[in-house]
């Protein structure tokens, strides 16, 4: 057999078998990332999915999993890097703007953030997720009113939100309306009546802004039971100071 074409044959053959084996390497490298960023290995999820966005892109699914690794990982301006890259690849993708948005505002760039979601109101207009995050990071930038421009509409699109009402809630509680900031607490309760956080809110202001400690600690045992932190706390603070109340009345 003539060696030009033998050695023709085996660059051929060779050809053929990267093409058939090599997607299903690539295919490989994201399974097992995501695999990895789900059972929280985020170490391994960089690596592995690191890899896979050099071979792949335009892959939005991938470069998400990656940020969060990276996020999870306290590795917040390489997760902001890999975004930015993402959207290179992926023009307008709605999950990696939105995720963009979620790290700038993580960063305390609340401005940069608050564009970001911007962007992604101006292409879906009724993103309830994108108007209860801008709504956010306007109230750290203390917007009030445009915060509550949002939050009404993003109510209006989506009445059985339970975190549209809690960010209602802090806005009015920014604008000193402890009662309608209440209001808004109790209607994120009875929505969602297993999340702690409901119940810290609404205790805080019952407590400290109110006057009423029954309820407030009656929200305090609530969230504690459900493992928030801040609710066990501020039940142990108010149980010593009772405790050093009844000390100081029996000198």
């Not at 053929?16 to 490298?29: F, H, K, S």
Request: aromatic content about 6%; some cysteine.
């Amino acid at each position: 057999m003539d060696r030009s074409f033998f050695r023709g044959f085996l660059v051929l053959m060779l050809s053929v078998t990267a093409l058939a084996i090599g997607p299903g390497c690539t295919q490989d490298l994201l399974e097992q990332g995501l695999a990895a960023q789900k059972a929280k290995k985020h170490e391994q999820a960089v690596e592995l999915l690191s890899r896979f966005v050099t071979q792949s892109p335009g892959q939005p699914q991938a470069w998400l999993a990656l940020a969060q690794s990276l996020t999870a990982l306290g590795r917040q301006e390489e997760a902001l890097g890999d975004l930015e890259r993402a959207l290179a690849a992926n023009p307008q993708n709605i999950a990696l703007m939105m995720a963009k948005g979620k790290v700038l505002g993580n960063m305390e760039r609340r401005r940069e953030a608050v564009a970001t979601f911007s962007e992604v109101l101006a292409l879906e207009p009724s993103n309830v997720e994108a108007l209860k995050e801008r709504a956010e990071n306007l109230i750290n930038e203390a917007e009030l009113d445009k915060a509550m421009a949002d939050l009404s509409k993003a109510r209006s699109l989506a009445p059985s939100d339970p975190w549209v009402y809690h960010k209602l809630g802090m806005t009015e509680f920014c604008l000193n309306h402890y009662e309608k900031a209440v209001e808004h607490f109790t209607t994120a309760i009875r929505l969602a009546p297993e999340t702690p956080l409901f119940y810290f809110s609404r205790g805080e202001i019952y407590l400290r802004h109110l006057n009423n400690k029954d309820k407030a600690v009656a929200d305090f045992e609530k969230g504690c039971s459900l493992g928030h932190p801040l609710c066990c706390h501020e039940l142990e603070m108010l149980k010593s100071n009772d405790q050093n109340a009844a000390d100081q009345g029996k000198k």
